[in-house]
T-cell receptor
Framework: SQKIEQNSEALNIQEGKTATLTCNYT??????LQWYRQDPGRGPVFLLL?????KEKRKERLKVTFDTTLKQSLFHITASQPADSATYLC????????????FGAGTRLAVHP | EAQVTQNPRYLITVTGKKLTVTCSQN?????MSWYRQDPGLGLRQIYY???????DKGDVPEGYKVSRKEKRNFPLILESPSPNQTSLYFC????????????FGPGTRLLVL
């Protein structure tokens, strides 16, 4: 069955370091992958979308890679700040329906001063 | 301001008492969707709608109904709520479908006793 895995353990890093979050998937061949940020008690906010023919995408301090061979996406935040502390979700199109979006459970990032 | 609104934000009810959670977007989006979020399980899609009068099941539709009579509104109906429907619910919209930024509402926290 389709499965998306994100590290359930929180990632703790020091301010200024690069945070790297992982999204692995199985039994998928998604045409694209999205990353969202979610703060406690709030709805997810879209960050980046990367398509299967794009190896890498950047937006300010954010970088996403998409390796369809490894079935993995990496999400990087460079020069991290305490304000980057949040839960980060990856999402892929679900099979069996063109408009189904399947989310991972998310990884919580804590950036310490 | 472009936004997705949900009401109510918090709701406590009892088993079997019908309820409706409203969702409205002011961005003229065609695609709208409902998710539930539970600890460790991430966001799971309940229903989605491609346009007025066009709806389809997501991954966890049992116990829920939706309707799309107007483009801006997409209410979620629980005909006979049960305790296992206690969850955090999010409505989302996008311009035309899956390969688009999803804009999420602020969430509705539901407790069914």
């Amino acid at each position: 069955s389709q499965k998306i895995e994100q590290n359930s353990e929180a990632l703790n890093i020091q301010e200024g370091k690069t945070a790297t979050l992982t999204c692995n998937y199985t039994n998928y061949s998604p045409a694209y992958l999205q990353w969202y940020r979610q703060d406690p008690g709030r709805g997810p906010v879209f960050l980046l979308l990367i398509r299967e023919n794009e190896k890498e995408k950047r937006k300010e301090r954010l970088k996403v890679t998409f390796d369809t061979t490894l079935k993995q996406s990496l999400f990087h935040i460079t020069a991290s700040q305490p304000a980057d502390s949040a839960t980060y979700l990856c999402a892929l199109e679900g099979t069996g329906g063109y408009n189904k979006l399947i989310f991972g459970a998310g990884t919580r990032l804590a950036v310490h001063p | 301001e472009a936004q997705v609104t949900q009401n109510p934000r918090y709701l406590i009810t009892v088993t079997g008492k019908k309820l409706t959670v409203t969702c409205s977007q002011n961005m003229n989006h065609e695609y709208m969707s409902w998710y539930r979020q539970d600890p460790g399980l991430g966001l799971r899609q309940i229903y989605y709608s491609m346009n007025v009068e066009v709806t389809d099941k997501g991954d966890v539709p049992e116990g829920y109904k939706v309707s799309r009579k107007e483009k801006r509104n997409f209410p979620l109906i629980l005909e006979s709520p049960s305790p296992n429907q206690t969850s955090l619910y999010f409505c989302a919209s996008s311009l035309s479908g899956r390969v688009e930024t999803q804009y999420f509402g602020p969430g509705t926290r539901l407790l069914v006793l």
